[in-house]
RNA sequence: GGUAGGGUACCGAAGUGGUUAAACGGGGCAGACUGUAAAUCUGCUGGCUCAGCCUACCUUGGUUCAAAUCCAAGCCCUACCA
């Protein structure tokens, strides 16, 4: 079998694991590993992209994997990396938003297979059974205080201002137990994630030793920040998620495309499956000529192609050439629907649109919060009608200025485009 | 339960009776530059019927010509001690 961890540490996507074992064990026999994805939503986001990548690569090197999502463990909130208690969710969104994240993941996993199927599950299945005097005897009973403070992720909050609840202290308990019933029930013996779960991997590591005796194995990949330090997967503060409901083709693709020199080699390595020497290859024909950003077009190509198919990322390139070519005066109001098809929209009728003040409209339809912002927004020069800028604040919309009768497009800043169709 | 310190705009944080819609920093939004980069520079950042008006400094009352600022009660947070 292919060296998974070779793999992953070509890649850039290696960052520990538990015992080096592991390394040698997985290229003699199939094993059974898991990730866990938090269900915050109804669609997993870039961020989770690391965790999904790392499934797909053990999956492809013959490996069954599972991809637990913390019902139950997402209705507390795992404190790892975060300064601040989390807020919880209830069961009834958490089930929908369970639906979503299978929908993502079967881009990259193959839940079909004969041999070595994807697995989904819910940890909330035997969660919900637990009482709370069952729990503390079967699970905590095997924990020490000792132990469970000294976590990173306790320690820093205890220290920090904001405190830590019981209710998150815990946490560490429940991820502890799927790890014990992954291994019962699916034979499941390594587990992976982010380094910031390094804590607790380890305690279900060391849960499955003390209550079966046997060796089980965690693996940690880096968190993924771009070159300034971020975390990856933010765009201007909102989550690039996966579904197109929630970030359209469009802004997922611009979001990749937008990856910065330093970081695009890197993430070719991490995102997409193209093997590595030609991924060097790009880099040297993208060094030649940065200003075509050959590399981050590969990118965004790839990731798109993978998330959202021949046709998502169709849609991406032909927005992308329209919204960032220039003139939009040709195009006619069903191209432009199709275009800006996911761009947020609103509906007015003909009469709050023609006439309208320019002011007025900005903020009725939703682009701006108040008139206030839509003045201030004119006044800097910032905001756009069919792509000219508009510079009089007492400026009225026209007959003219409805494209096909049917649309108006506003745009504030270089690509924040905004829609309002006449309906 | 005791003691101490707090709650100010998106966040952090000044301000402790009077031009205070509230310094400063961060963030955000725009503009210039540019490779849809980074850095830099500039403007804006409560609402409105916008040279004016209205609503605002945890809540509710009170003192005062005047309160984010003083008083009282309440709610919440944090730390230390028990």
Known sequence: MSDIIQI???????????????????????????????PTSESLQAGNFVTIMVLAHFQRCGHRVIALVGGATGMIGDPSGKSKER????????????????????????????????????NNDWMKQF?????????????????????DSVKSRLEGESGMSYTEFSYQLLQAYDFLRLYDEEGCSVQFGGSDQWGNITAGIDLVHKQRGKEVFGLT????????????????????????????YFDFYQFFIRTQDEDVERFLKIFTFIPLDEISEIMKESEAAPEKRIAQTRLADEVTCIVHGERG?????????????????????????????????????????????????VAVSGLCKSKGEARRLVQNGGLYLNNNRVTDLDLVVKDSDIIDGKLVVLRSGKRNYFLVEIG
């Open 313 to 361: 990322l169709e849609i991406a390139q032909k927005a992308s050439l329209v919204l960032y070519g220039g003139s939009i005066d040709d195009i006619d109001a069903a191209t432009l629907l199709e275009i800006f098809s996911s761009v947020s929209s609103c509906d007015l009728s003909v009469d709050a649109v023609k006439g309208a003040n320019i002011v007025d409209l």
């Open 221 to 248: 990949f880096p968190l993924v920040c771009d070159s300034s330090g971020k975390k990856f997967g933010k765009s201007e503060g909102n989550a690039i998620y996966l579904s197109s409901a929630k970030t359209s």
């Open 87 to 122: 807020n919880l969710l209830i069961e009834e969104q958490v089930m929908i938003n369970l639906e979503g994240i299978k929908e993502n993941l079967s881009r990259f996993l193959d839940f079909e297979r004969e041999e070595n199927a994807a697995l989904l599950m819910n």
């Open 131 to 151: 009482t709370y005097v069952d729990f503390l005897r079967d699970v905590g009973k095997y924990f020490r205080m000792g132990t469970m403070l000294g976590k």
């Open 8 to 38: 992953l540490k070509d890649r850039g996507i290696f960052e520990s694991v538990t015992s080096d074992e592991l390394q040698k064990l997985a290229q003699r026999e199939s094993l059974t590993v898991y990730a866990g994805f938090d």
